[in-house]
């Protein structure tokens, strides 16, 4: 299959969606005037189910691939020695159907409340034991992420009690118009 096939698919899908969805708002209209027994309701119901769920299967699968195509566009742009000499490339990526810039984060996992290593953290910071345990202060988790991240991006000395360092690929897409 090519990229262009694909892509086929994806308008393809559309058109489908737009069915789906007219059918939708006609058996809901039908609903709303009471226009079905209890057999059918009952089979409506279990048809929305069914679709729920195998729409829900099919994102699951599009955003694994996606994610799996982010982490193989990162790694040609870090490596690829053309990639490496062109500035431009690292920023943004110009495809036929949309640009993707891609963001490389770094992030550590943060201690659960009361382990061993939530107390060296605590310590770390300044933060008395009898503070985080007495339940008077709330702890601020998003400001430790960023705290984290801005110490991974600087390259500077993390925090004691940190877990293991992850990686999280973004990208930023825009579609063209047409």
């Given at each position: 299959?090519?990229?262009?096939?694909?892509?086929?698919?994806?308008?393809?899908?559309?058109?489908?969606?737009?069915?789906?969805?007219?059918?939708?708002q006609d058996i809901t209209a039908r609903?709303?005037?009471?226009?079905?027994?209890?057999?059918?309701?009952?089979?409506?119901?279990?048809?929305?189910?069914?679709?729920?769920?195998?729409?829900?299967?099919?994102?699951?699968?599009?955003?694994?691939?996606?994610?799996?195509?982010?982490?193989?566009?990162?790694?040609?742009?870090?490596?690829?020695?053309?990639?490496?000499?062109?500035?431009?490339?690292?920023?943004?990526?110009?495809?036929?159907?949309?640009?993707?810039?891609?963001?490389?984060?770094?992030?550590?996992?943060?201690?659960?409340?009361?382990?061993?290593?939530?107390?060296?953290?605590?310590?770390?910071?300044?933060?008395?034991?009898?503070?985080?345990?007495?339940?008077?202060?709330?702890?601020?988790?998003?400001?430790?992420?960023?705290?984290?991240?801005?110490?991974?991006?600087?390259?500077?000395?993390?925090?004691?009690?940190?877990?293991?360092?992850?990686?999280?690929?973004?990208?930023?897409?825009?579609?063209?118009?047409?």
């Amino acid at each position: 299959m090519t990229v262009t096939e694909f892509h086929q698919d994806l308008e393809q899908l559309r058109d489908t969606h737009h069915k789906l969805l007219s059918n939708l708002q006609d058996i809901t209209a039908r609903m709303k005037k009471n226009e079905f027994e209890i057999k059918g309701l009952a089979d409506i119901s279990f048809i929305c189910k069914e679709m729920a769920e195998l729409l829900d299967d099919f994102r699951k699968d599009y955003a694994a691939r996606k994610i799996h195509a982010l982490k193989l566009l990162a790694h040609k742009l870090l490596t690829d020695p053309e990639n490496l000499n062109n500035a431009e490339a690292v920023d943004i990526v110009r495809g036929n159907y949309a640009s993707v810039t891609v963001d490389i984060k770094k992030f550590a996992e943060l201690p659960q409340y009361g382990t061993d290593e939530f107390c060296k953290l605590m310590d770390f910071l300044g933060v008395p034991e009898e503070s985080y345990n007495s339940g008077l202060i709330k702890f601020n988790w998003a400001a430790l992420k960023r705290k984290v991240t801005q110490c991974l991006e600087n390259g500077t000395k993390l925090p004691p009690g940190l877990g293991k360092l992850h990686t999280e690929i973004v990208g930023r897409f825009t579609k063209y118009k047409g």
